[in-house]
């Protein structure tokens, strides 16, 4: 079983900066990658940025302004996110992906972008 939880959200004003945290924990587990999906009120949860082996992938509306990267010895996965606006606000959930394609999920952090 594998345990995830996140850190780093809250409210920020528009064109501000938040770091999101992810510290996985538990017993006999490897990552294939790891990331962070994100679901606003009333839309579907979506992929925001992932890492696997070193490759990053990110939804195109978070492209230059977000970046994610991966502290293998702490099995932590981070997200800094420049240049908010009022779209990115949702709750955020980190997620991991065992190389036999078991997801394990974050309990969420909320990310608010208003003035």
């Known amino acids: 079983q594998v345990q995830l939880v996140e850190s780093g959200g809250g409210l920020v004003q528009p064109g501000g900066s938040l770091r999101l945290s992810c510290v996985a924990s538990?017993?006999?587990?490897?990552?294939?990658?790891m990331g962070w999906y994100r679901q606003a009120p009333g839309k579907q949860r979506e992929l925001v940025a992932s890492i696997s082996n070193g490759i990053t992938n990110y939804v195109d509306s978070v492209k230059d302004r977000f970046t994610i990267s991966r502290d293998k010895g702490k099995n932590t996965v981070y997200l800094q996110m420049n240049s908010l606006k009022p779209e990115d606000t949702a709750v955020y959930y980190c997620h991991l992906l065992t190389p036999v394609f078991i997801y394990y999920w974050g309990q969420g952090t909320q990310v608010t972008v208003s003035s």
């Open positions: 538990g017993s006999n587990f490897s990552i294939y990658s």
